[in-house]
């Protein structure tokens, strides 16, 4: 007999299909503004360390190499001011989705459980939810609203839109869950990207925790700020505990990063030349799509402050209108819907600076979108 099938959401790209067919129509061909997949590319230092280490006949540990774990701890204290971070309250993960929808599965939570995330989210809080049976319940930013629950999923700075958390809201939030003995996992992967905000405090700060990880995760990922998403190349930091936790059972299920990886990683994570470059290049790509889309009549949001992507409306139109007007003229986006956002769409800065050209002439011709 089968198993019961769970469950889970339609994956929500694929309902993107009919949209992305009008935009490939378009004669000077697609600009796909709708995935944040990195097309720079990867950082010669980074080609050459893997390199360096492809005789890797043995199985890599688990929990990641002493000499990474070590460089990720001193990271976060020089980068993310988490002085409490220890080596042994870090492990690699291959890539950081897989460890956003296992993450509930691995610190055991089960049906009755309540998982908290954002309204306005990445799809895969939820998903990490259903799967162990749990229920996710979608909150708002104050704590004091929320009900029970034994895990807080945060993202700051926020997919899709780009909301970031402050010191005294996090600090807040740490509050209410060590109260309510609930596990806080802030995914913080695009933290090196801000742009009208000083800064995306994390979760483990000192000014947030007080040097005390209990109860704490947070997670991060090389993908965005050095174009490693085909490395996979992410980890986890916080409470040793929990960390212990999760390690076990990965043991268990062969959860290995691969040796050469994890040598990248330590390249990756001592240079930071090639991501403030990186960073530029996102601004530059920002800035004139910021330009290009207010030309044509979006708004962007004001709170729209950090990440990969504009997050846009239009007077009178709902996420899939906007969405397949842009795909008339040949720029493909997400629509807010995918986040549980139906007013508004994502567009990604990700494009080569070739297409980022084309979307803005595009964009420069006429306002489409008008009172």
Known sequence: MLPRALELPVFPWDTLEPV??????????????SI????????AFVRQALAEAYDAPGYPPVQGSAQLREDIARWYHAKRGASAVLAHGVIPTVGSKELVAGLPFYLGLRAGDRVLMPQVAYPTYEVGARVTGATPVPVGPDPDTWPSAQMVWLNSPSNPDGR?????????????????????????????LVWDTPEAPSILEDRVCDRDTTGL?????????SNLA???????????????????????????????????????LADREHVTAQRELYADRRQRLLKATANAGLIHDPQS??????????????????AEALAKIGILVAP?????????VRMSLTASDERIRAAEDRLNKEPLFSN
Not at 179 to 187: F, R, S, T
Not at 238 to 260: E, N, Q, Y
Not at 305 to 322: E, F
Request: proline letters at 6%; a neutral charge.
């Open 217 to 225: 995760l947070s997670v991060y990922s090389l993908s965005k700020q």
């Open 164 to 192: 970031v958390l402050s010191v005294i809201e996090l600090r807040k939030i740490v509050k209410w869950a060590r109260h309510h003995g609930a596990i806080v996992a802030c995914d913080e992967c695009y933290a090196e």
């Open 36 to 43: 944040g997949t990195p097309v720079d590319a990867v950082p």
């Open 336 to 344: 807010g819907t995918f986040y549980e956002d139906n007013s508004h």
């Open 230 to 268: 085909g490395y996979r190349a992410a980890f986890m930091a916080g409470d040793p505990k929990l960390v212990s936790t999760v390690l076990g059972i990965r043991k268990h299920l062969g959860a290995m990063m691969p040796t050469p990886i994890q040598h990248v990683m330590r390249a990756v």
């Open 305 to 322: 402050v950090a990440g990969l992507y504009l997050w846009l409306s239009a007077p009178g139109m709902d996420a899939w209108q906007i």
């Open 20 to 33: 992305k067919e009008t935009a490939k129509r378009h004669p000077d061909g697609i600009v796909d503004l």
